[in-house]
């Protein structure tokens, strides 16, 4: 006891600063003096009477609510009506209850603090819907909250993605008169690019960085926006294929001194420069990235970077180097994901690299993660434009057994592959029993059909399909109507429009094709209005010797120049990076300007669109195909004539067209002026442009022109599909340079092709005619061991060749008789 005495009093001394004696044995602590000031003051009758009017309202209202409450008796203030807020052990409700009780009291009126407490209670609890009374009821007060709660609410709307309540919170503050604080705006620009009004919240961003001017604030105190904001409108600009818009806020955003992009913005920035075929910015971004991780330790790309840069290289064609990304980017330090294995799968199917495709889905099946419909329907529509029908056959197999939904498309595809590679009844078997069952099929289905039937020549089938078609409900869109209507036009049956109108429920899809139809051909009708100054169509800018020029890259000089930068770039890269191959590509993107995308991977449809609004440069490409098929040229001229004075722009389907019919009646200069006209007005050139090329230089027996042609475009990243093969092997075969021919052949089975029957009967003509008639024996027997079917052309390719080996056993036969008749 006196040892617990002797620690109090040295605890006294040191704490209050007075010396203390220590007590003898017989005394005791209570005896010594202590100042008043050393225990708290005994609480006021006003905190005590306080403390049970809280405890006696927390009690009432988590209990019985706002029932047995007696106004008379509870005095209100403004701190009572706080603490009662503030009380975490009662519920959001009850605090609604309480505060909409306080209202209706006639001697009480909610302030400022009341009103930003409520609403803080009410976001943070997720009463969201109860916000828009309750700024009512503070309007009607004529109560004014701060910036603050304003931006609050701003956040916790955006949060839970309810945009347009976030926008009305921004009416009411403009209502109110309360100008929101710098740090609000950042909520507001996510609010309105989320809603998709980004025109809006493009203007703000633009004020701001204007009134900004170069620094992180200014004596007016207008700061920066934010990351976040300056992101999400850069997703929407995106989003919205706002290019101009795009580049003029990342341009802005990089001028200020005080804004650095985040890992998230180098990525929204990667993926939109290269979805437009600016690669070149793509792997600066890129390499800023890296060097940026090494002078600060941030920054560092992550997966959603490799995977961005990935799919930008599938984008503009260069799927190889997207092949070498991936096995880089699996010794960086990450992991694939199943968006790598889905684009990369993508990127390969449609490059006709099977091999690559097939390797990678082994690998992301390997890892643990299991395709999905969409990775399953790219391999099945690689394989069957490869010509892999059984292996097509079998991976859909694969994808019932596992358990994967097969969808309409995955059935599409299909039939439509089927149909195109020599099993239209397989394909057509297909569709009814699809039909029976009364799943799987759409409108796509049905188009896909009635383009057979067409092709097939039967066009009674093919309109008892489309009233089938509208009998099920489905729409009957432009491209099964121009598929109907080239077939009317061959087939010389154009009566037949008027059964389409009677089929098709639509009031207005087929009446406006036939008016414009009646004004196309009643613009053809009238004299030709040729240009003032009789400037001809296609003006020449160049022969043959120019072609070499036009597909090589603009900037690429000498092969020395090139080879310097190989040496540069490859001086620059660091051995101990963890992308030295991204490194390499980022290197030469600071040399070679790959800004303007030469080669694009997908190719130019006839009709791309649906709807009416989509009929001027469809519709002038469907009828340039049916006029350039019957070898009217002057007439699909004329129409081309009208339309581009018109003002209608042409896609690289309509400069493919007329390129191949030139080329096809032997017009080669114009042909090439053709190809200059596109180069400058329709940028890149597609596998179709490249075909065209290659068949015209075979034509005009220029193989090793046309072997050049094919080598460029390999460098570009291009390649090379089934049409071209076929097109490259006739023209080596035809000027006798059979060597490369199969030499080609090897290579398009190596690439993961299947040889078709074009390419068969191709490479039995060249060998027949070549005189190497066991070599063309050798390819009908490979050719029958593939189960490809033969053609009629097949049949006259025979005939060619069982005449020439007839002649060769004559030859053989008529020089031993002269062995025998010789003395």
Known sequence: MSKCRTTIGQLRHSCFGFSVKTPKPNLTVHHTRIPLSTSPPPPSSYQMGNILLMAYLTKTLSESGTRNLDPDSIPLSDSLVLQILRKNSLDTSKKMDFFKWCSLRNNFKHSVSTYSQMFVTLCRSGYLEEVPNLLNSMKNDGVVVGSETFKFLLDAFIRLGKFDAALDILDHMEELGTNPNPHMYDSIIVALAKKNQVGLALSILLKLLEASGGNKGNALGVSLPGSIACNALLVALRKGDMKVEFKTVFDRLREKEGFELNTWGYNICIHAFGCWGDLTTSLRLFKEMKEKSSASGSFDPDLCTYNSMIHVLCLVGKVKDAVIVYEELKLSGHEPDAFTYRILIQGCCKSYQMDDATKIFSEMQYNGFLPNTVVYNSLLDGMFKARKVMEACQLFEKMVQDGVRASCWTYNILIDGLCKNGRAEAGYNLFCDLKKKGQFVDAVTYSIVVLLLCREGHLEEALHVVEEMEERGFVVDLITITSLLIAFHKQGRWDFTERLMKLVRDGNLVPNVLKWKADMEASLKDPQSRREDYTPLFPSKGGLQKIMSLISSPNSGSDDGATKDEKSS????????????????????????????????????????????????????????????????????????????????????????????????????????????????????????YNVVIQGLGKMGRADLASSVLDNLMKQGGYIDIVMYNTLINALGKAGRIDEANKLFEHMKSNGLNPDVVTYNTMIEVHSKAGQLKDAYKFLKMMLDAGCLPNHVTDTTLDFLAKEIEKLRYQKASIMRQKDDSP
């Open 570 to 689: 490859a001086a620059d890269i660091d051995q101990w990076s963890s992308s030295p191959y991204m490194d390499h590509l980022a290197n030469q993107a600071k040399s070679t300007d790959l800004s303007s995308q030469l080669y694009s991977l997908v190719r130019g449809q006839r009709v791309r669109d649906k709807g009416a609004d989509s009929f001027d440069i469809d519709m002038v490409n469907t009828f340039l195909s049916v006029f350039l098929a019957k070898g009217k040229l002057s007439l699909a001229c004329k129409l081309f004539e009208i339309f581009t004075d018109m003002g209608v722009d042409p896609v690289s389907y309509t400069y493919n067209s007329i390129m191949s019919s030139f080329v096809k009646k032997g017009y080669f200069n114009k042909a090439w002026d053709v190809f200059n006209e596109m180069g400058e007005k329709v940028c890149p050139a597609d596998i179709g442009t």
